[in-house]
């Protein structure tokens, strides 16, 4: 049996060990890291004995679409999480964090960093998100954001 409940992650209407399974899916990188203890305390609250938290986020630290040393997407990559806000090591740091909040104990976690570009793929959507903050810094002219846009679509 599986259900899915959309909530805020301080306040979870469940009652203490209610749930096997907490499932995070690029949802921590859209929480303030000063509010990701009591999101922690809250999913440990809920979690039955032996339950689990999965997450599932992005390692930016990790991510690349660079194709060379000097590949312009790089640089646009690189600018990003920073414009953004993110915190380009929050699943690297995710283990210590989780044991801090009191979490008995952390599996290893697989860092997947291939950046796919198809135009199907979320890749390609962060891809074009990079661009469109990078040509709104102003750091590069109209005629360079576009021209980006148009070498992610080839």
């Not at 749930?19 to 899916?25: A, G, H, I, R, Y």
């Not at 806000?85 to 860092?111: I, K, S």
């Amino acid at each position: 049996n599986i259900e899915y409940r959309v909530c805020g992650g301080t306040e979870i209407p469940a009652g203490d060990g209610s749930f096997d399974c907490v499932v995070l899916w690029t949802t921590l990188s859209h929480i303030p890291r000063a509010d990701h203890g009591a999101v922690f305390a809250e999913i440990a609250r809920c979690l039955a004995e032996g339950g689990r938290l999965v997450v599932f986020d992005n390692d930016l630290a990790g991510c690349s679409m660079a194709s060379g040393q000097f590949d312009l997407f790089k640089v646009v990559l690189d600018h990003f999480p920073q414009a953004w806000g993110a915190d380009n090591y929050l699943m690297r740091n995710l283990p210590p964090a989780l044991l801090q909040a009191g979490f008995a104990r952390t599996d290893l976690l697989h860092l997947h960093t291939v950046v796919g570009t198809d135009q199907r793929s979320y890749g390609f959507k962060v891809g074009m998100r990079a661009v469109e903050i990078y040509g709104n810094s102003g750091i590069v002219s109209p005629a360079l954001t576009q021209a980006l846009r148009d070498e992610l679509t080839l």
